[in-house]
């Protein structure tokens, strides 16, 4: 299988930036509970949510990068602009709390996949 098939990476493109889109509205409107994390984890989140802006912030970065992908308009920079987050969520659930663990894992495997997609247009950024 060719990894970089133009249908998969379009498949992989539409299906993340709909889940972005998703959970950016569910976190505006507040359209689905929250988890039960544990102490630790909730204290992290609770410290995001107290500062005022940080979620929205988020889902207004979700947005963007979900309709770059959508729309397939500068992708390579959205797959940029989402990586700290994706690296937040990976630390979350690896020192904080496991819950959800699986749904974070398939968001991190899409975006390093589309990550290493638009290698060659980061290349340059690493080169002396």
């Known amino acids: 299988m060719n990894l970089r098939n133009r249908k998969l990476v379009r498949t ?16 505006f409107f507040q359209l689905l509970p929250p988890p039960a994390f544990n102490e630790a984890g909730m ?12 979620f929205y912030f988020m889902s207004v970065i979700f947005i963007i990068v979900g309709l770059t992908f959508v729309f397939n308009k ?4 959205g797959a940029i602009l989402l990586a700290p987050i994706t690296v937040n969520i990976i630390l979350f659930h690896l020192f904080l709390d496991m819950t959800g663990w699986w749904m974070a894992l ?9 990550l290493v997609i638009h290698w060659p247009r980061y290349k340059p950024m690493f080169s002396r």
């Not at 493109?13 to 976190?27: A, E, R």
């Not at 500068?74 to 920079?77: K, L, N, R, T, V």
């Not at 398939?106 to 996949?113: A, D, K, P, R």
């Open 12 to 27: 992989v493109q539409v299906i993340l930036g709909l889940y972005l889109l998703f959970i950016s509205i569910s976190g």
């Open 43 to 54: 204290a992290f989140l609770t410290a995001l949510f107290n500062t005022g802006y940080m």
């Open 74 to 77: 500068w992708s390579a920079f």
């Open 106 to 114: 398939i968001f991190v495997v899409l975006h390093v996949y589309i």
